[in-house]
């Protein structure tokens, strides 16, 4: 590894998707950038690395992207520079997006300088680094970019980073792996003291001959996937680099907890709210699972568990990995007078007392419109039901 | 329903406007404050009044009257609605008279409306059915106009709230009024089955009487024959009887009367031998008084009558006298007087008292002679009347005699005559016979004759009182099978009305029985349909595909991604405006199929939030809307490429003006 500046200290954040949720997610996930900038400054990095993805959107909320610039001018106040590239989200093919607007503003710096197919490093000798870095872009086009590319290689004396929002085979987790695009590390441009690398949620590290490998994965996450992967153990946070070495650095803006509930041959109603715990102020990944013994998954009844997370100030997010017995649903369609009509012509048909065989779903219709009859103007409801009254006797034909 | 104008006078910015809405996609362009949502607010305050709409800012500031005229059209009909506010110190009002104009082919109708009736009969008109007794217009502002400010309440809104107003919307809720409505009548029904049940249970107590009434009817019939058959018989014996004892009462009264009349000569004759020892000892005590009295009488006695006559001769001889005595004393005051005179009072001559003397002196003799007279006569009268009084004692005492000897001689004719009574009786007595056995034997028969008849007359009493109760007891039974037989009728009418009635009740439990599983069927298929759309429309309104959204058997949306259910705040405000658009679309959407539903959409500002792919997605969406019109407020000039019409709305000063 070539390190010939032993006083560079980087923080490498990844996939903040800032904009991503809202409500308390959205606060959460602002408060994991300003944790990481903020510990950033505290373990006084020089430079700050972000792999693409700060925002879930080219063109975030202007909540989000005030956020973003009070925290990157509190870094730049503090003298620490920001590189980074689009990620596949904050992406934009005309360059209108947000990241532009943070890099017109010198809030940022954009990395990419690929011209011809060349990349070219944008050199910062006071920090004596060279930055290497393609935007992201859709579909993982960049994969095959990755392959074309030639690089402007800077003097050796700079300590080289190549900055990638892309999914590295070797990085990928055993989930992903064969799922998607990726591309080697042998296919990246080689040479590089550090590959800061995003995209994939999922932080992994490694060394790469001389050359440290690092994902941080997502600083909080963008989906309920990620929430779901972090309460299940997946940490959360950067990477920073220091003589060498790259550490790990955890942040945690919320408690994400993980909890089972198995329903397996109960049914929907036996399902007790009340004796689901669920812990104040953090984010509670819910699963109920199992084969219900009757009724459907949407029957089991979690709207108080809702409502009491709120009161709570918890984010709960449900998963109903249930399954009912099978049942031949009947889909109903058509207009409402079609269902009305083939609903009471298949009951009548199945109706034994006699008094319902010489009737028939037309006339049923009828007693159907009488008795919805709303009240006139100036009718009290005892005489709505006066009035109905004797309509429908009349027309069943009862003498009064 | 489509707009096709509005007018406004002195309305927010607007002092006098016209405006013309032609079809399709309209956008109302202009800056913020230039006055697009006030056209918005006002078409909204056309057609349902003042429920959400704020009418003091709605009425320009410093104008005191303002209007808003609305022209539309729906099914066939162009429909002109006339609304105008007034301000009164700080209030501003709606004035009580609005005007509706109807054309259609049948000509024009021109109606005067109160602020309340206008909303009520448009309601009707549009078939939006908004809950009368709330002044607010849900359905309204859920399925064909939301202000930007309420677009995402759809999302927070109160489960129960939102899905009772999409019950309303769709009509659903007339699910309920029928189940409970059938229930009402229902209980009233049930009454009057229990009350005709009760009414028809004597049906076999009646018939069962009926029978009773059939059989007791025969038997009175028997009996009353047997009872005036026995009658009939006690009728003769009792005449028998009847003769029976006529005859021997008659002979028993002979017998009587014979007895009687013996015994009554018997105290006659008794009567009359007393009266005429009355009358002997009465006779001589009379026949004492009067030689009693006649002793008393003296043996000269003059009668009344006689001395009468004396008196009178002898008062006449009195007066005579009296009258020579004045005479002479007349003739001797006379005299005197000349004397005294002197003088003849005729001849006027000197008197000398010895002519005179010798007259003086014999009628001085002559009046003591007369007055010896007078005085014997006086004497004579006196004796006379006293004698007159002894002879009235004497006469009252032979008056007496004389009555006495009258009583005597009436006395001994009595006892003449009673004498010859007596022995008259005696002969008739003599002649009479009477036999006390005989007698006695005669009261014996005429007592048995009469027991006898009495026996017979008791029990044709009994009898006939036994007739007349059966018979009364058949004219009871009689009556009482024609009041059965009434009652039967009348039960088998019931019956019919009581079949009717639990038909009546069947219909009504099945109704309610049904219409449950008949809401939840059209519930879930407007629940499907909405769900299936506002799933489309989000997926193509918002560039993250790993989040998917449907609704609830409630109608709450239910975001998920990677299978998680995540509340609605856990999206993005962009996501959320889009969500909320969805949802609004989906709506409108379904219930734009429902022939009776306006088919206006229109949208206030639905893209706040929106990225510019966002607001492409929308573009594309619109264009695949198939509303009659939708009218579109925005400033978001990507818009513009998507309506079909855009009227720019420009604010000079503080007044608004179209392009």
Redesign the interface.
Known sequence: MKDTNSDIIFSHISDIHL????????DYSSNAFKMAIRKSIEMNVKFIIISGDLF??????M?SAREAAELLREAKEKGIKVYMVYGSHDYSPNYDSMIDILNSAGLVNKVQRLENNVLIPLIDEDLGVAFYGIDARRNGIDADLWKSIRLERAPDDLFNILIAHTAVRELLPKNLAGLIEAVSLSELPSGMSYYAIGHIHSPAFMKYQDSLVAQPGALFGS???D??DTALGMKRGFFVYRKGEAEFVEISPVPIIYSEIDLDGKSPWQFKQDSVEIPPNSVL?LRLKGNLSSGSP?EVD??SL?KRA?SLNT???????LKGPEVKETQ?????EE??EE??KK?LLE?K?I??KD?DSKQ?KQ??DI??Q??K?GEKESDR?ER??DT??KL????Q | MKIKGISLKNIRSYVDAEITFPPGAVLLEGDIGAGKTTLLMAIEFALLGSGDVDLSSLLRVGEDNGSVELTFEHNSKIYTIKRKLKRSGNSVSQVNRCELYIESEKGTQHEILSPQELKFRLLSELGLRENVNRSKSSVFRYSVYTPQEEMKKILYEDPKDRKETIRRIFGVDKYAVISNTASEIRRGVSKDIKYLEEEIKERSDLEREFSNIKENKKNAITDIEKLEKEISNLNLKEKEAELILTSQTSALGQLQERRKHIESLNREISEIQKRIERNKEYLKQKEDELNNLKKQVPKDYLSPENIDKMIIESEKIFMEIRDRKMEIEKELYNYRSLISRGVCPTCGRPIHGEEFKSKIEALEIQYKEILTKLSEADEKLKKLKKQQDESRGNEKILIRIAEKEKSILETKSQIDESVQHLESLRKVLSELSFDDEEFSKAEISVKQAREKREEIKISKEKAIGKLEALKASLKNLEERETEILEKLENIKNKEIKLDKLRKAHTILEFLENIVPSMEASVLSAINSKISTLISAWFSRLVPDQSKEVQIDPSFAPIIKQSGYEMSVNALSGGERSALALAYRLALSSVLSSNSTAPGLLILDEPTDGFSKEQLQRFGDVLRDLSFEQIIMVSHETELENVADNIIRIVKSGDVSTLY
């Open positions: 904009g991503a949720f809202g409500g308390l997610l959205r879930h959107t080219h063109v975030p909320s909540h989906s309920v996937t929430l779901q990944v949407s979690t709207s809702t709120n984010v709960l997010l449900i998963k109903r990995d109903v369609s058509g207009t409402v269902i009305e609903i009471l009951t109706q007392n008094f319902l009737i049923l007693i159907m008795l919805s709303e009240k103007e039901i109905i009254f429908y006797l069943i034909g009862v003498d």
